[in-house]
Every structure is written in C-alpha cells, then in structure tokens.
C-alpha cells in the first residue's frame, strides 16, 4: 500500500508548534522519507539551524525572512507591541511591506514546487499561518496550494491564527493552548529553549 499524505496544521497561541514540526521531521528522516523544511518569516539564527542541516542527507531547510520582524497595526496590545518597536515594522492592515510579500510568494511557489514535484514525502512550512494572518500571503494562495498537493505528500502548516477555513481544509489540526508562560514574567526566549 501506498503513502497516503494529509494535511496538518499546528496552531495556537502556546508554545510548541515549530518544535513539534522538527520533531515530525525527524520521525520522517527516521522513516527514509525525504523532508523539506520551509521557515517563512524567519532567518537562520535559531538554535536549531546549527543541527538540522547536519542529520541527514535528506533533510533540506529554508528560511525567508528579513532581519525585521513585522507587525499588523491593531493586532497586539500597546504594551506588547511596545516591546517590538524596535525590531519590528509596524504596518496598516491590509499594507503590509511589499519586500516581506515578494519574499512570502518565493516561498509558496517553492512549497508548490515541493508538493507537486515527487521528490519530497514531507513538506512543512513553519510559520506560513502567521503569514497569512498578517495578510504577507493570501488564502486563496494557501488553498490552491493545499490542493495542489500530490496525494503521497504530507503536508505541515505551523504558526498561531489560523484561520476557520484553513482549520475545515486540514485533516488534522492541533492548538497549543497557553496555559502558563514565564514570559509574562519577563523571561526572554533561551538559547537551545526557545531560541
């Protein structure tokens, strides 16, 4: 029988969601299926890219980012945006800066690529919910992406906001629910933790 890939989406405002996309990629590595891990709206100066390039012949990784961070007006509090001012554009809804949407289209038309073309069984495309919630992406790109996919490919979307019709497309939807976090204490994210 034949693999038969679905669609995943990990969302939520709590903790975990690209940890547990890397953990999927290994299980796959650890399967012999080849995995493309895509980051939108990040660069490489996360923790794990100094390991995940290493394991395996198999595995390729990709960020797109800038050295910016964006934020929708409107879609955090004063305080918390407050925070981000300084490392963050901040743009009107429905503006958001055109350099961060070409770069979100060089992604999706390499997650097509990826989905179509046979030679990944495992595509997972970190933090291309919270794209789409900052309007860098657009639904109807997601979901003809979605539909695009060859049936033998499993496809991940991670990221907080995902929206109602995103969750009814998905075969399996998990939300890490906040419970607790000691970032409201004023921890900042850890080496090897959270970074």
Not at 143 to 168: C, F, N, Q, W, Y
Request: overall charge positive.
């Amino acid at each position: 029988m034949s693999f038969k890939g679905y669609v995943q989406v990990y969302t939520g405002n709590g903790k975990g969601k690209t940890t547990a996309a890397i953990g999927l990629a290994l299980r796959a590595l650890g399967a012999g299926k080849k995995v493309l891990f895509l980051q939108f709206m990040k660069t490489a100066t996360y923790s794990e890219h100094k390991i995940l390039p290493t394991i395996s012949p198999n595995l390729t990784l990709k960020t797109l980012g800038k050295p910016f961070f964006v934020v929708k007006e409107g879609s955090m509090p004063e305080a918390e945006l407050a925070k981000w001012r300084q490392q963050a554009v901040i743009f009107p809804p429905g503006q958001p800066p055109q350099e961060y949407v070409d770069l979100m289209g060089e992604g999706l038309a390499l997650a097509r690529k990826a989905v179509t073309g046979g030679e990944y069984q495992v595509v997972i495309l970190d933090e291309l919910v919270v794209a789409l919630h900052f309007g860098l992406v657009t639904w109807q790109a997601v979901k003809s992406l979605i539909e695009a996919k060859a049936p033998d490919v499993e496809l991940v979307l991670t990221g907080r906001g995902a929206t109602e019709e995103l969750i009814e497309l998905a075969d399996l939807v998990t939300e890490m629910r906040e419970i607790k976090h000691y970032y409201t204490q004023g921890v900042i994210a850890r080496k090897g933790i959270e970074n």
